[in-house]
């Protein structure tokens, strides 16, 4: 369910999007409300789920290399029963980042991240190859990341 949004919400939510940290006193300075005001409309985002989650995005090159991969997943089973059942069962996995379904030639796409290579092979062997419901993959590695974001535009 969408969540009406006034000039002064956009106005607060962009700027969480940019940085979540920023106090309250910090967002009056950009946003024409009181500091109380902007807690109590926060604090309202959170009960209505409008914000989903508070959450550190770390960069992956400060905590040791690392390989990121596109993965195109095909299905042998298209039923809801068999789709949902393989979405979940990469959404369990610690490596996937994004797991979207998508129309095309493919049904799921991810991202995920590994240690390095032999992660990667122990990961599509196991999770994906070896997956019941899956007719082929392909996966291509990321060689940098040009753009990243986690903002919604409002």
């Known amino acids: 369910m969408a969540f009406p949004l006034d000039r002064l ?7 969480l999007q940019e940085n979540n940290q920023a106090t309250a006193q910090e967002l009056a ?3 024409p409300l ?4 902007i807690l109590r409309r926060i604090r309202q985002y959170r009960e209505d789920g409008v914000i989903a989650a508070d959450v550190s995005v770390l960069a992956p090159a400060t905590v040791g290399d ?3 991969a596109l993965l195109m997943v095909q299905l042998d089973r298209h039923s809801p029963a068999d789709v949902a059942a393989f979405r979940q069962h990469l959404c369990r996995s610690p490596h996937v980042q994004v797991c979207i379904e998508i129309s095309g030639s493919y049904d799921i796409s991810c ?3 590994f240690r390095g290579m032999e ?9 994906i190859a070896g997956h019941p419901a899956v007719r082929r993959y392909e996966a291509s590695f990321i060689k940098k990341r040009v753009k990243f974001t986690t903002a919604v535009p409002l």
Request: no cysteine.
């Open 9 to 15: 919400d956009i106005q607060i939510l962009t700027a």
């Open 29 to 31: 300075a950009r946003v």
């Open 34 to 37: 009181s500091p109380s005001a």
């Open 66 to 68: 690392r390989l990121s």
């Open 111 to 113: 991202i995920a991240i």
């Open 119 to 127: 992660e990667f092979n122990a990961f599509t062997d196991a999770e």
